[in-house]
């Protein structure tokens, strides 16, 4: 069994107000949970706590059945010189494939996130669409208990985007966590539930010169930590593709 169970959780870096607070989850795999808010809530934060690199100011994270945490940032970090088929195989030759028996697993993990065309190109001639996707193909041929991706779609036009979608559910029913900080509300309506922390912000006195509309923005329609999934799911997760059983 894999699950991420947080409670009570609270963040503030010195000098700064709190980011967020009072915040309770339960993260299980089989679903893709969106973690949206206004810039500056702490998405990228609470990543950074589920993964166990930051101690939360309070509250406790605790982690079940998870032996491989996964991370894919926003602005993609690759080897210049090597090709894009080099950075999806050498997961692959790390679980101990052979490079005969991982190279066509790789193309065929990179064919889902449209990346064929560039499987011989070297990473520093990828556009930035190109290189985010490829991070992403690299994610999944790793093979992780809990993937945490940080904008997945900011470099992305919307049909390659919704391709993106499609490709991330399909890991998440692969029993895989899945938990997608965004921006981007074509992303937010795929997932399957939303956490906005804008609803665990307080104001403090350090926020008394600020707007009402600058503190607290419209409220995104979303479900509870608790709740039930998205009645208007979309079909981009978990329909297009069905959980397979290869090295995702």
Known sequence: MKQVIGQGLAHQFPGTRMLFTGLDLTLDPGEVVAVVGPSGSG?????????????????????????????????????PARTAVDHVVLP?????????????????????FMLDGVAKRQFRDLSGGEAQRLMLARAEA??????LVDEPTAQLDMATAATVSQVLGSIAQDDVIVVV?????????????????????????????????????????????????????SPAFGAAYPPSGDAS
């Open 43 to 79: 998405k990228s934060t609470l990543l950074s706590i589920l993964a166990g690199w930051l101690s939360p100011t309070a509250g406790t994270v605790t982690t079940t059945g998870i032996g491989h945490t996964g991370w894919v940032f926003q602005n993609p970090v690759g080897v």
């Open 92 to 112: 692959l030759l790390a679980k101990g494939w052979s490079r005969r028996l991982a190279v066509p697993e790789a193309l065929a993990i990179m064919g889902k």
């Open 142 to 147: 790793t093979g992780n208990d809990l993937l």
């Open 181 to 233: 900080a965004t921006h981007d509300p074509h992303t937010r309506d795929a997932c399957t539930r939303i956490i906005d922390l804008a609803d665990y912000q307080t104001c403090d006195e350090t926020d008394t010169n600020k707007s009402p509309a600058a503190e607290t923005p419209p409220s995104l329609p979303v479900t509870g930590t608790t709740g039930p999934k998205n009645p208007a799911r």
